[in-house]
Every structure is written in structure tokens, then in C-alpha cells.
């Protein structure tokens, strides 16, 4: 038996990479054993470190995954299923983000902040396709920077076609196991090719009907990095959905809204329309930036519809 790392993940087929540096490219689950207390479309994820059995036909079975440091999840696209898990065992969760060409909502970057913040994993904001930005865009790129910057978390601007503008990220990620994610569209891929020094990953040109992307990415792999490290890219991504959340439960992933939070006079106070609110208060005076609001509201509407169960 043999223990390595999880480095691609289609369907229900894995490559693993053994301590010894094997690749073994048709790894299955033998069994049907689960992940105790998660129900996901697989028990198995990219960055989890198995046990395998190779078999003399050279493919191999994968009989345990290790316990996880952590693992990040989004809404499974097999509605039988409650959940998927994107990767595990992550130090660090980036988000590609472009303003325009195509425009990423906001709304989606902060549903992935909250997922990182759930899940205990730290995060980042890769701004994307700089140079494409007219004066307007320019201005909410500095507007939507000084936001996330004063919540904590670090953006960075890219131009992926670039090499030099990625020398910052490729510092940030050395040593590193990064989840790269994002809409399609946003440059995923192409960031991908210039950190890693070689065409890893496929790239593809914007729908010009629409100005969206189109999808390139159809299953998650892990791509070594020259200096050390590793990142996981992931298919581009439309939406995130929290598994068993509950409204009252949502403020805590909202940075701010959790520390204003603690002042309001009702210990389960859901910030709506409540007496003694301390976060509607300082969402009145300011202090609380009206877009976070905004995807503070989107998320507990679609909890109470629930579909985040």
C-alpha cells in the first residue's frame, strides 16, 4: 500500500502522486466508504492524501483519505447530492475577479469570502485584466480594493498576459497550496500559465455575443510550481451555495457585520428589521459598506427559500 496526493480529479477517476514522486493516472475508490459527518457527490478530493493499491493492470485503489486540515465546498450541480468539495488541505483560497470583460458580481465575491470564512481558510482577491479598464472601471477597481482591503483581505492587480505583473502572486503562493478560482472568463487559466512556466492549462477567448467566458476548465487539477507549491484549478464557477446554513448563522462569515453584530440588543438578532439593531445602525451612518449589506440580504433569502439545505 502506498500513501501520495490527489492532483486531478474527473468524475469518479484520480491521479495520485506517491511519495516517491509516482503518478498513478487511474486511481478509483474501492468500496463505498464516505467521509464521516460530510455528504458529498464524492468522498474523495483534490488535495487529499490517500491510500492506494496498485494493481498489476496499472490502475490502482484508493482505500482511505487522511483526516483533512481543512477543505472548501460549494453547492453540488447534482441536486441529489448536498454538497461537493472543490479541494482540501488549502493554505490559501484565491478568487480571480475582473470589474469587466467579463463583469464578476459581487455578490459572487462574497458569497466565496463567506464560504472561505466558514471553512476557516484564508483568502485573497486577484483583480484581473487591468489593462482592459476604461476610467470608470478604474474607479470601481479602487473603490472595490479599499472595501475588501479594510475588511482584511489582500488584493492584488494582474495583467495575466503579463509575466512581471504575477512576480507579487508568485511570492504570495511559494510554498503553497492555492485554490484558484473564479468565473469563467476571468483569466484563471492564463494566470495559471505564466505562475507556473509552461502552457498547463487551455485558454479561450471571450464569448464576443456576450462578453462572458467560456469554459475551458472541466475538471480540477493540481499544477506544481517552479519555486514550491502548488495550485488547484478549478472549473469556472457561476455560484456558491453553503451546505445546512442557517439565517442566523450567516453574519458570522460577514467580517464586519459580525463585529457590529455583538452590540445589538437580541443575542439572535437576523439584522432585518429588529429593534436595537446595531448593524442596521451602523449600516445607516455608513460604517457598513451598502453592497456587502446587499449580499448579506441575497444569502439569507435564498437560506430562508432553503437553498442553502
Known sequence: MLQGLVIKSAGFTFTVRTDDGQVHDTC???GNFRIRGIRTTSPVAIGDIVSIEPQA???AWITGVQQRRNYIIRR???LSKESQIMAANIDLAAL???INHPKTLFTFVDRFLCTAEAYRIPACLIFNKTDLYNQEDLSELKYKEQLYHSLGYDCYRTVALQPDSTRTLAAV???KTVLLAGNS?????TLLNQLSGQSVARTANLSTAHDKGMHTTTFTEMYQLPDGGWIID???VRGFGMVDMKSEEIDHYFREIFQHAKKCRFSNCLHLNEPGCA???AAEEGLIDPCRMESYYSMMEECEQGKYR
Request: charged share 25%; glycine share 16%.
Open 173 to 175: 503562493f511559494k510554498n
Open 96 to 98: 480571480v475577479v475582473t
Open 28 to 30: 478509483r475508490i474501492k
Open 185 to 189: 472568463g476571468v483569466g484563471k487559466s
Open 234 to 236: 478549478s472549473p469556472g
Open 76 to 78: 453540488a450541480s447534482n
Open 57 to 59: 493492470d496499472g490502475t
Open 279 to 281: 448593524v442596521l445602525k
